[in-house]
């Protein structure tokens, strides 16, 4: 499973090392559209009809027929087409039809010419222009054809997903029930918010990160609180939530010299590999299975811990929740100023990127040190800095990832 053989473990192994153990097995439901905002779909959906489902007009304007305009000579309007109120009667040679934005059209029409493009004379049309053949014409199934697969298993629905549900007519969708995953804080020092702290004390700050996260991905959590460094406390821990969550995530004591517990309690009741990670910060993480549940051990400074959970758990938690993971966004950006780097793992600092008159630029958040919290609030993207790379002098170009959803 992965265990520390001293060498730093490269990020993108540690990731690949997880998914390829991991699988969904969430159970599906049935639910209505408001309520599958944010559900992971369980299933493809062909389009059970075409949209749009009939050809129509895609501006007001006149339904006209290629040949009667031949002549140049004006046209008689022989009836009106709106939207939801079909024209049905006879078409005439030498007439024209109204039609409004979304009406079905008439049988035979050939094109459409916006009313922009029509004068009137009395009751005839005289169009200033020619149109092509099939012009403002929207034809059926051009959108969606009926049969032809719309949406794939392992979506997120989003709000741009549920309109596109409803405009095939479907009320209701399979989705996948959603993750529950346990989380705790480890450490003798950590207090609760709300109360006084003694010497040496410091608040559990990491708690409300995790939990904030894991509500940005619609997982459900079972908070567990702070854990003291004791065995027997551990333990029980351990084993709840192993029997009420997919997954139990902790911050801290998976550092050299603080693991010993962790380690022995996950060696008696499952699997565990640590890993020394090839990159900054978040150097110590952990990876196992309980019974259950999967484990993933995040470092306890508070940096590290958030950009481990978003590295690294946040594409593990996608699979086993059953949803496709897409990447986000990497763009290249140039450095307003120097950056400290060196070779030997992969930074993730924290940017603050903007548009400049000659396109992106980044500067630094200033002290890049895994305990600094404020370093991560002033940032709006991470500075990707390869593995082997070294200092990053002015002007040279680098890989900026936007914080998106999970960190906004
Ligand atoms: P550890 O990984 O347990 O060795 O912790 C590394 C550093 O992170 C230490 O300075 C801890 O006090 C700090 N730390 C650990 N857990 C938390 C937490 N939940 N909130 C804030 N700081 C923490
Ligand atoms: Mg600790």
Redesign the pocket.
């Known amino acids: 499973m992965g265990f520390d053989t001293g060498a730093l473990l490269p990020l993108n192994e540690a990731l690949q090392g997880m998914l390829d153990q991991l699988a969904c097995n969430c159970d599906t439901e049935q639910l209505p559209l408001p309520q599958a905002l944010d559900r992971i779909l369980a299933e493809d959906i062909a389009s059970p009809l075409s949209v749009p489902p009939f050809d129509n007009s895609a501006m007001d304007g006149y339904a006209v027929r290629l040949a009667d305009l031949a002549t140049g000579t004006p046209l008689k309007v022989a009836g009106k087409a709106f939207a939801g109120q079909p024209y049905e009667g006879e078409w005439p040679a030498g007439h024209c039809i109204r039609i409004m934005t979304g009406a079905p059209v008439p049988a035979g029409t050939e094109a459409v010419i916006m009313q922009e493009e029509a004068e009137l004379e009395g009751e005839l049309v005289r169009f200033i222009s020619q149109p092509r053949p099939g012009q403002n014409i929207r034809r059926r199934g051009e959108d969606m054809a009926e049969g032809s697969q719309v949406l794939a298993s392992g979506l997120r629905l989003s709000p741009r997903e549920l309109p596109l549900l409803a405009s095939l007519g479907i009320a209701t969708v399979t989705v996948r029930r959603p993750l529950k995953v346990a989380i705790f804080?480890?450490?003798d020092?950590?207090k609760p918010v709300g109360t006084p702290l003694a010497h040496g004390d410091?608040?559990?700050?990491?708690?409300y990160g995790v939990k904030a996260m894991l509500a940005r991905l619609g997982i459900d959590c079972l908070d567990l609180g702070i854990i003291p460094d004791d065995p027997a406390q551990l333990r029980a821990a351990f084993i709840q939530a192993d029997s009420e969550a997919d997954a139990l995530i902790t911050?801290?004591?998976?550092?050299v010299g603080?693991a010993d517990f962790t380690k022995q309690l996950l060696e008696e009741l499952g699997e565990i590999g640590f890993w020394k990670l090839a990159i900054k910060p978040g150097k110590?993480f952990a990876f196992g299975r309980l019974p259950n549940a999967w484990f993933f051990g995040l470092?306890?400074?508070?940096v590290s811990a958030m950009v481990t959970f978003d590295q690294l758990v946040r594409p593990a938690l996608a699979k086993l929740a059953g949803q496709t993971f897409i990447p986000p966004l990497r763009i290249g950006a140039v450095a307003s100023e120097p950056l400290k780097k060196a070779p030997g793992r992969l930074d993730f600092q924290r940017g603050i990127l903007s548009a400049g008159p000659n396109g992106l630029e980044v500067r630094s958040t200033g002290s890049q040190d895994s305990?600094v919290f404020s370093s991560l609030s002033k940032a709006n993207c991470y500075i990707v800095l390869e593995q082997e790379r070294g200092r990053v002098a002015a002007g040279d170009t680098v890989t900026v990832e936007p914080f998106a959803g999970l960190l906004l």
Not at 251 to 255: I, K, Q, R
């Open positions: 804080s480890t450490g020092e950590l410091i608040y559990d700050s990491n708690r911050t801290g004591g998976v550092s603080e110590p470092p306890g400074n508070p305990g």
